[in-house]
T-cell receptor, first 111, second 116 residues
Framework: GQQLNQSPQSMFIQEGEDVSMNCTSS?????WLWYKQDPGEGPVLLIA?????ELTSNGRLTAQFGITRKDSFLNISASIPSDVGIYFC???????????FGPGTRLSVLP | DVKVTQSSRYLVKRTGEKVFLECVQD?????MFWYRQDPGLGLRLIYF???????EKGDIPEGYSVSREKKERFSLILESASTNQTSMYLC???????????????FGNGTRLTVT
């Protein structure tokens, strides 16, 4: 079935640094969704991408829909302590009813 | 903003009890979903519904049932709770089918259920 892979699995960065993470698949996705989950909370939608090559920003976050439709990237600029959490990518399954989720990238920001 | 509200943040139940988890969304979304999230296993779909009174099994429906009597409300029922159902339960909704234009998934805050 469809699978999403995320890298890195986890990362530790200094406050103020930029962060880059990606999501890849062996199959094509027509939509890429990026979520952030804080401990004990539900995932919150950060950015939704609908078109190959699309580059979308949300504050310090920027995400891109890969040209091949098999990958997507999320960048965070000038990280701050509240960026700590798990970042998930997701996309619709082949039937268009449900969603496929990546395993997440756990981000830690050191002061 | 879309709001998905789960009735309880934390629940502690005993083995064998019948448990109801309630979820309400306020954006007239067609689709609603119940997931459970466990360390190392990610998000797993239990049931989903694409219309009132309609339900479809997800990947792990055993031990669960659902009810959707009204469009805005989707309930997850544990008929006889067991310790292996201790988990974080997440409700979500989307406007139409999975991930189509303007149809991303929106999650509630989650219910942490402990079965003792």
């Amino acid at each position: 079935g469809q699978q999403l892979n995320q890298s890195p699995q986890s990362m530790f960065i200094q406050e103020g640094e930029d962060v880059s993470m990606n999501c890849t698949s062996s199959s094509i996705f027509n939509t890429w969704l990026w979520y952030k989950q804080d401990p004990g909370e539900g995932p919150v939608l950060l950015i939704a991408l609908y078109k190959a090559g699309e580059l979308t920003s949300n504050g310090r976050l920027t995400a891109q829909f890969g040209i091949t439709r098999k990958d997507s990237f999320l960048n965070i600029s000038a990280s701050i302590p509240s960026d700590v959490g798990i970042y998930f990518c997701a996309g619709p399954d082949n039937y268009g009813q449900n969603f496929v989720f990546g395993p997440g990238t756990r981000l830690s920001v050191l002061p | 903003d879309v709001k998905v509200t789960q009735s309880s943040r934390y629940l502690v139940k005993r083995t064998g009890e019948k448990v109801f988890l309630e979820c309400v969304q306020d954006m007239d979304h067609e689709n609603m979903f119940w997931y459970r999230q466990d360390p190392g296993l990610g998000l797993r779909l239990i049931y989903f519904s694409y219309d009132v009174k309609m339900k479809e099994k997800g990947d792990i429906p055993e031990g669960y049932s659902v009810s959707r009597e009204k469009k805005e409300r989707f309930s997850l029922i544990l008929e006889s709770a067991s310790t292996n159902q201790t988990s974080m339960y997440l409700c979500a909704s989307s406007l139409t089918g999975g991930g189509g234009s303007n149809s991303p998934l929106h999650f509630g805050n989650g219910t942490r259920l402990t079965v003792t």
